[in-house]
């Protein structure tokens, strides 16, 4: 259990290109106070923080963008290829974003169903933080699909990028709920309605403990 003080704890994850952004959102539109993790990432590597000039000291002025803003696909490029330096780039920017995200959870209200929109949950062996943890699952062939389709990205980088992450096994191994995105915008709707409704349940059960 979360020792959070809100009425419920949700980790949300799922691999790189699953549709874990777009159940996020939907989230939020339902209510819940939403923490995203990536867009706190970009935060403490902003131009002139601490946390870019870290960055900078161990990769090279070669992943800064000509107006010195951090180029996040130089350094993916550089870190998804070799897991010693992924470790480094990690021991810089999770410190930051945990003290980050400790910061916007205490400004949620008493009452909130708070959702941690986390990548790295099976990764790095979060799920115990969390009341609940979500899963967005799609299988691996679709992942790369909507990587090279609507990202851009080679075949190549985009196995690449899945394969840094966790298994699709492992990330159900750690779910509670499973929202399976291989479908249409439609169907992911009715999970997420679905969703909430069991959140909302589950943390009303929560409040009268």
Known sequence: MST?????????????GS??????????EHGAVVVDADAVA????????PGLAEVV?????????????LDR?????????????????????????GERMRELVERAPGD???VYDVPLIAENGLAGMYDLVVVVDTPVEEQVRRLTG???????????????QATRERRLEIADRVIDNSGTLERLAGQVDELWAD??????????R
Do not use: Q, W, Y
């Open 73 to 97: 696909e130089r350094l993916g490029s550089i870190v998804f290829a070799d897991e010693e330096r992924r470790a480094r780039l990690n021991a810089i920017v999770h410190p930051r974003v």
């Open 199 to 208: 959140l909302k349940r589950h943390a009303d059960a929560e409040d009268r």
């Open 57 to 69: 000291a161990e990769f090279g002025e070669g992943v800064l963008l000509p107006d010195g803003s």
């Open 150 to 164: 609507r990202r851009g990205m080679t075949e190549a980088d985009a196995r690449a990028r899945i394969a840094a």
């Open 42 to 49: 970009r935060e403490v590597v902003e131009p002139g923080t």
């Open 112 to 114: 909130a169903i708070v």
């Open 4 to 16: 959070l003080a809100v009425v419920l704890s949700v980790g949300l994850t799922g691999g790189i």
């Open 19 to 28: 549709g874990k952004s777009e159940v996020s959102r939907r989230l939020a």
